[in-house]
């Protein structure tokens, strides 16, 4: 279809609005960098160092000293100005010419034409009167002197403290990104521990089910119902990263419950922890392997079963927490330490709270295994 001519010039203004926004994108970044340069600091600097030049030139000064501080001051806003403006333009330089160079040079050349420009305003401009007049070219050539000496040197103190802020900030950045990434990694480390720790649990109590299954016996049904209603309830909760010790506490009723079922006679169990703990962050399924532990290497293999008890408390001097499991089943001849789930767990405590945490194995009298877990929140 053939575009009229109104159409074409608005077809062709949107067309070249991408690019007008950019340009003018690009001046204001420009103009913002400009002013964001312009310090009160640095100003206040430039004018307390203009005032301190008056007043070391004054003796040597006939003109009155409220005059030599205003040109001082003119000088030193005007060099300030030509300093900033070099950092942001031109745009691009040679890659031989490095920008510091060219902002030296810029407040170089701006101080001897900076006071040139004041005593030409004294005279209106008269090139012959200034020339002719001894004591305006002495003034002049006094305070560009000064302003040579002392310009450049500041202008190479400034940009060194802005290289450094620039440098310092640049660490910052690169630390902060390098924590970010470190604690990403040890959240996939911790998911993968998680996801080993899980199909462990999993196959342990089906086996133990399959056990009741097998050998006829009528807790076999009603086991089974809990497991499902465990599961189903216990399923969401093993994938959560933020668990807190009463969600671990929770599960860990649930399944000395199930495992009670299977083994009414032989298991007995007292889960006791101050209200006041269970908010606090906790590793998921950390506390129900050392559970699932106990059962499993400590009561099953015990000719008369045994008792397990859960418990917790906080030292409130060293702000250390104690969590522990202890079990009086056959003790530590039968510990598997060098199990997967132990394994996992040791590494998942470190990478959650730190290598502070541990974990402490011990026999109480007169047999069986204390679990006890070490960490600060």
């Known amino acids: ?33 400009f ?9 206040v600097f430039t004018l307390c160092l203009a005032a301190i030049v008056a007043g070391v030139l004054n003796p040597i000064f006939i003109t009155a000293f409220p005059i030599l501080l205003a040109r001082t001051l003119f ?25 510091w160079v060219v902002q030296v040079l810029v407040v170089a050349l701006s101080l001897p ?19 002719q007049h001894d004591a305006r070219l ?7 002197g000064v302003g040579l000496l002392v310009g450049p040197l500041l202008a190479m103190a400034a940009l060194y403290r802005e290289r450094d802020a620039q440098a310092r900030s640049q660490t910052l950045a690169f630390e902060l990104e390098k924590s970010q990434l470190e604690r ?8 993968l521990m998680q996801a080993q720790i899980e199909p462990h649990f999993l196959l342990n109590t089906l086996a133990n089910v399959r056990a009741l299954v097998e050998t006829g016996s009528p807790q076999a049904g ?60 906790f590793p998921p399924m950390a506390l129900l392997t050392l559970v699932e532990n106990a059962v499993r290497h400590g009561i099953d293999p015990s000719e008369v079963g045994g008792r397990v008890d859960v418990g917790a408390a906080s030292d409130g001097t060293s702000g250390v927490v104690s969590v522990w499991v202890t079990d009086t089943g056959v003790g530590m001849s039968q510990l598997a330490g060098t199990g997967s789930g132990l394994r996992n767990l040791r590494e998942r405590l470190g990478l959650f709270y730190g290598v502070e945490a541990c974990i402490d194995f011990s026999e109480p009298s007169p047999h069986g295994l204390r679990a006890e877990l070490k960490f600060k929140p």
């Open 1 to 33: 279809m053939a575009l009229g001519r109104a159409d074409a010039w608005r077809y062709r203004g949107c067309m070249d609005a991408p690019g007008a926004v950019i340009r003018t994108q690009s001046r204001s970044t420009g103009w913002a960098r």
């Open 35 to 43: 002013r964001a340069s312009l310090r009160p600091a640095r100003l």
């Open 75 to 99: 000088i030193g806003v005007l060099s300030l100005l030509a300093f900033s403006a070099a950092g942001q333009w031109p745009k691009t330089l040679p890659s031989w010419l490095p920008r």
């Open 113 to 131: 034409l900076g006071t040139l420009l004041v005593y030409l305003f004294s005279v209106d401009g008269d090139w012959r009167a200034l020339m």
């Open 138 to 144: 002495t003034g002049l050539v006094s305070i560009t």
């Open 184 to 191: 990403q990694a040890l959240d996939a480390r911790l998911r």
């Open 222 to 281: 009603p086991v089974l119902g809990s497991l499902i209603a465990y599961l189903r309830g216990a399923m969401p909760r093993l994938r959560e990263q933020a668990a807190s010790l009463g969600d671990e506490l929770a599960l860990v009723r649930a399944y000395l419950e199930l495992m009670q079922m299977r083994m009414p006679d032989r298991l007995q169990y007292s889960v006791d922890v101050p209200v006041a703990l269970e908010a606090l962050r």
